[in-house]
């Protein structure tokens, strides 16, 4: 159950339809997670949905790269609804799903591309410490450029406030389905496994 109530279109105020039905008419297609609760401030579910579009839509990264950043940081912070929504489309943009089902265990993926393995790497660094080794951090503008680093920075932080949303209010599943990550035994976040210090990633 919800912490707080979740309007319906027909239970909304004027300006809070306005943002639900533009949201539901863009890239979305429809009012899902974090949104359903940023909506009772009607601004902030704005700003909130304009700053995701940009992230997640509109970027210099391959939208396959944007989705494993996002999945790294929905399983640091075990983020139900933001897993099961971008596992989906991580597969559908040509993530491995063997690396998306290793990841959503806890176990350590084996990546199909070099910079797969470099993303996982700079989410998880960032993630676990709240910084990114110079040699990560290098390596990330030698691939992506400037541009690309900081959105992609910008996208982990995106989904992190994400993930806190969705956790503090408890917002939850579409109806059947089942929570789909375990949540860490001692509670807290849940531990990125590295990569092993062998694995071959092919560029």
Do not use: C
């Amino acid at each position: 159950m919800p912490r707080i109530p979740l309007p319906g279109p027909e239970e909304m105020s004027p300006a809070q339809r306005r943002v639900h039905d533009a949201v539901v008419s863009g890239p979305r297609g429809t009012l899902i997670g974090p949104l359903r609760a940023a909506i009772h401030n009607p601004e902030l579910a704005e700003r909130w949905s304009a700053l995701g579009e940009i992230l997640r839509f509109r970027t210099s990264l391959p939208k396959r790269l944007s989705e494993l950043a996002i999945l790294v940081t929905g399983r640091r912070w075990t983020s139900q609804v933001e897993w099961w929504v971008h596992a989906r489309a991580a597969a559908e943009a040509g993530l491995a799903p063997e690396a998306i089902e290793a990841m959503r265990q806890g176990q350590a993926p084996v990546f199909e591309r070099r910079e797969e393995a470099l993303i996982y790497r700079f989410a998880r660094a960032l993630q676990q410490s709240g910084d990114v080794p110079r040699e990560i951090y290098d390596d990330a503008v030698a691939q992506f450029g400037v541009a690309g680093v900081v959105e992609l920075t910008a996208l982990i932080g995106y989904y992190t406030m994400v993930s806190m949303t969705l956790n503090a209010h408890e917002i939850p599943l579409p109806e059947g389905v089942t929570a789909p990550l375990e949540a860490p035994i001692r509670g807290g976040l849940y531990e990125l496994p590295e990569l092993a210090a062998t694995t071959e990633a092919r560029s």
